[in-house]
Nanobody, 125 residues
Framework: QVQLVESGGGLVQAGGSLRLSCAAS????????MGWFRQAPGKEREFVAT????????YYADSVKGRFTISRDNAKNTVYLQMNSLKPEDTAVYYC??????WGNGALVSRYDYWGQGTQVTVSS
């Protein structure tokens, strides 16, 4: 079993920054990648970014490219999402997710096996 715990959400003004963390515990040694998704009220969960544990390859949604950076600390089993130049449309509950195997199609919710409980990010205008 795997547990994912997000932290770092909060309220920030437009143009500001936040860093989210996701700590993974349990049977994480066999996982291949981690991802961040977000879900705004009344909308479907959407992909934000993903990173491979081995090698650190990354992939971003176009909407956050150049503003958000995903990184990982393998020793701590922790993934981060540094969010800069935040916009009101970034407001959502942010979820981290763990993928047991594979790398392709990392933007699909269905590729991930475990999910955290989510952390709220609110960007005021």
């Amino acid at each position: 079993q795997v547990q994912l715990v997000e932290s770092g959400g909060g309220l920030v003004q437009a143009g500001g920054s936040l860093r989210l963390s996701c700590a993974a515990s349990g049977r994480t040694f066999s996982s291949s990648a981690m991802g961040w998704f977000r879900q705004a009220p009344g909308k479907e969960r959407e992909f934000v970014a993903t990173i491979r544990w081995s090698g650190g390859s990354t992939y971003y949604a176009d909407s956050v490219k150049g503003r958000f950076t995903i990184s990982r600390d393998n020793a701590k089993n922790t993934v981060y999402l540094q969010m800069n130049s935040l916009k009101p449309e970034d407001t959502a509950v942010y979820y981290c997710a763990l993928r047991i195997s594979g790398w392709g199609n990392g933007a699909l919710v269905s590729r991930y096996d475990y999910w955290g409980q989510g952390t709220q990010v609110t960007v005021s205008s």
